[in-house]
């Protein structure tokens, strides 16, 4: 349905005109400014290791939810959205029963790292039951290293002689550890294996620096089926859920360029989207903010790269980092949101907290360190239950998407979410621009 609609039942020629030329140019920005540039990003980040080898990362950019997919307004469905999972199947599913979970009218969502980390048996059993279900999630640094290892099994399999090269060695590394009795070392034993097995050293030298044979991330994707290899390939690197104004990823997304002020004008959020004159009358807030909010995927420069999306924690000297050193991207995040002041504040532009912009939330994990994270414009669901923590889930819409339930009643259960150092914290949350949101968790063993 048009976001814009004509005052009349019949909708006048230059309002037709008007809305065909908008969506060309809609579409035009989207499938080809966008994603060419967001398509030339990761062309130049894709492996990260060398152009010797194929590309193993098998990125997918960016997945669009509908609101008929992510549904906020109806209390008879919910979305729910879960922190970083690490192969803690059970945990999984006792959150799950927690908050009533019902595949028939809730939207699951994962903000990714479903495996690894944790029991190799129980990342084989989330896998399994996300790709059953075709449950919607993004890519997580963990989940890529897996997608990683398995695409490079494909291709050494496929090379004359490879297969039998990767049985023979994986024998010897099996009996190699038998005969240890647990006390072996796969990265101990890799390395001397690639310094020492000369007669193979070309199928080692296919092997990229830095990627451990016979380790956690090896080990799941050569179990994985096919569909569930195939599953892995399509989590994409980021949601985009418009009618929420709302990203989803797994580590953060910049809303500008650290190393420039954020009023330059080359930043997204820094001036209004560009529409053709004729069409201004007929442009909706709504589609504005649609255009920033793609803005600021594609004209930062620091959300092209797939390392950032999957790995950022902070932000030094104008450089993403991935340890806790430097600012957290969030609070950087959060700064930008608050000078957000509606698109009619163009001749205000120059004041310091001002920018041209409505704000958009984000949804992450990744950052176990600093546990649950909840800031008004960013959510970070990551309470480390691979850790011996928590597992966190945040529920939107259902009886949420009323702006009549009792707050009270609900901060009175019995069960309550924790921050990262034990104290508990409120439950009922700001979602969006006026919605609210609740978070769940359990305990992880």
Known sequence: MSPYKSRSIFPSFRILAAYAILTTFVLFFVFSGFHSQISDGLSRFANGISSKFPDFSKYVELENLSDEQFPLGDERKRVVLVGDIHGRYDELQKLLRKIS????ADTLISVGDIIAKGPHTGSMQVVRFMSSNNITAVRGNHDEKVIEWRTWLNWIRALPGGNDWLQLTKDKWLAYKERERGESDVEEWVAKQMKEDKPNRKWWN????GWQLFGDHYEIAAELTDDEYKYMVSRPLRIHVPSAHTFIVHAGVLASDPTRDPRDKRQPLATVPKIPDFAESSISDKILRKLQELAILSLVPQNLDPWVTLNMRGVKNGKVTRGKDGTPWSELYNEDMHRCKGFSSRASTHKKNSLPCQPATVIYGHAASRGLDIKRWTLGLDSGCVY???????????????????????????????????????????FGDDGKGKLFSVACN
């Open 388 to 430: 011996q923590r928590r597992m966190t889930a945040l529920v939107l819409g259902g009886k949420y998407a009323s702006k009549h339930f009792n707050e009270d009643e609900e901060e009175n259960e019995e069960d309550g979410v924790y921050d990262i150092e034990g104290k508990r914290v409120k439950s009922v949350i700001d």
């Open 101 to 104: 979970y019902d595949p028939s």
């Open 206 to 209: 296919k092997i990229p620096d």
